[in-house]
């Protein structure tokens, strides 16, 4: 399977606890992002990459979450003392980069539960 | 599997028959839209995408319609099959490579 894999697909964690998330983009794709989405909203920007760079970060990326891409390729989003409010979808993309590259392409995501 | 959207605009249609989902987007600067199409537990899944400086371009059974002047856009898809099921959202980027900004979802259901 060539497209964007993200690990693990559930997590259900207890408030307080700290979770990672990893994305994989796929194979040479320069731009990799993060999106939030919650039950019957779209998703919402987090932050992106342009190989291991962050770019920008949207004001919804608390000081308690933070990603990183250390060699280009994967990436991985973490969590700090985890709140309800942070229960949604989070959802990894990737795309070529260049002037040209508009297309984004999601992974199947991570279901995070905080109880 | 999980719901993407509880309470979404849902659009009932007939298999066999045209669906026609619409979507207003708010920044005119955008240059580039994207359609995609969400099942249930999945991620967005990319449908179709037009440029700007287009009003309409055709997929397989899929047209996307982009009016610049009201800031609208909508997907037709052309006799809609019960695969097409799933929650649809449009999306806009105003440049090559940056975030996208999706709208609200419309829930399609197929009835057999």
């Known amino acids: 399977d060539t497209g964007v894999s993200q690990d693990p697909r559930h997590k259900i964690t207890k408030r307080g606890q700290n979770v990672t998330f990893r994305c994989d983009p796929i194979?040479?794709?320069?731009?990799l992002y993060w999106y939030r989405q919650t039950l019957g909203q779209g998703p919402e920007f987090l932050t992106y990459?342009?190989?291991?760079?962050?770019?920008?970060k949207s004001r919804l990326l608390s000081d308690r979450f933070s990603a990183e891409r250390p060699k280009g390729s994967f990436s991985t989003l973490e969590i700090q003392r985890t709140e309800q409010g942070d229960s949604a979808m989070y959802l990894c993309?990737?795309?070529?980069?260049?002037?040209?590259?508009?297309?984004?392409?999601f992974g199947p995501g991570t279901r995070l539960t905080v109880t | 599997g999980e719901s993407v959207g509880l309470h979404l605009p849902t659009l009932s249609v007939q298999e066999g028959d045209n669906s026609i989902i619409n979507c207003a987007y708010s920044?005119?600067?955008?240059?580039?839209f994207i359609w995609y199409k969400q099942e249930s537990g999945k991620g967005p899944q990319f449908i179709i995408d037009?440029?700007?400086?287009?009003d309409k371009r055709q997929g397989q059974r899929v047209t996307v319609l982009l009016n610049k002047t009201v800031k609208h856009l909508s997907l037709q898809i052309a006799a809609t099959q019960p695969g097409d099921s799933a929650v649809y959202f449009c999306?806009?980027?105003?440049?090559?490579?940056?975030?996208?900004?999706f709208g609200g979802g419309t829930r399609v259901l197929v009835k057999p």
């Open positions: 920044n005119s600067a955008s240059d580039y």
């Open positions: 037009i440029r700007s400086n287009m």
């Open positions: 993309a990737s795309s070529p980069g260049g002037p040209l590259s508009y297309e984004q392409y």
């Open positions: 999306a806009e980027n105003i440049a090559a490579g940056n975030k996208l900004t």
């Open positions: 990459f342009q190989n291991e760079a962050q770019l920008e």
């Open positions: 194979s040479e794709h320069n731009r």
